[in-house]
């Protein structure tokens, strides 16, 4: 990776040339990871289609647009359709850019539709990965028990009532390494279905929260079904261990509707900046 910084300093660091300092850069063969929020409401989801505008297609136009060559990113996470983002990271190599990076956010979120954003911009290495060196990813799912179209678009409505001491305790035994083949919808391309959650907590407003290394595909919304079937006493409290042993789909919940799952963050261990 080729930089030169204007009011800044260049070392060594693992080998490769990093750089300390965003002010008043010209920069060469720089990758660029962005954080990017969405309402992926009016979306096919992050990655770009033949048939449909997706996040990624405007987020492209825009960098683009800007930096005048045509600019290709890639995500941390494919968010389907209608499901949001608070924390998606994106990068893109640029051949050249006069931007400070520090003021990028501002400016390329002028090119962009309201319902995207961009929040934040920082040089990494050339091998750096999104999706790949990523350590951790942490979802919310959002349920809630009384009508209001002033949050339909990003939580799923229960008309029931719901055992919140009950989810509680069922998230509980999601936390660990286990082969997660029960929640995981048809269509996936995973090499394999064991991850290792984290942390898996309900909270008294009935948002879902769900850290781990990594997700099958539609696992965290088939986890918020499971624990919403805890809550209606369909499922009893201690039926977790036993669905994740079976490797059966259709022990576990249902596929809970888009519109209540965001991508709230993607972290890192460490990124060379």
Known sequence: M????????IHKESGMLAYQSLCKMAVIDLQILLTVSYDGTAYAGWQRQNNAIAVQQRLEEALSSLLGENITTKAASRTDAGVHALGQRAVFFVAKIN??????????NGFLPKDIAVTAAEAVSDDFNPRFDAKFKTYTYKIHNTPNPLINRY????SRHLDIDAMKTAARDFIGFHDFAAFMATGSSAKTTTREIYDCTVSDDVTISVTGSGFLYNMVRI?????????LGKLPMDAV????LSHD???AGKTMPPEGLTLMEVGYTHIGS
């Open 2 to 9: 080729a930089i030169a910084v204007k009011f800044g300093i």
């Open 99 to 108: 931007i400070p990076l520090e003021k990028l956010p501002q400016i390329i």
């Open 155 to 158: 939580s799923a409505f229960v």
């Open 223 to 231: 986890i918020a079904g499971t624990l919403m079937y805890v809550g």
């Open 241 to 244: 261990p036993g669905i994740i």
């Open 249 to 251: 789909r259709t022990r």
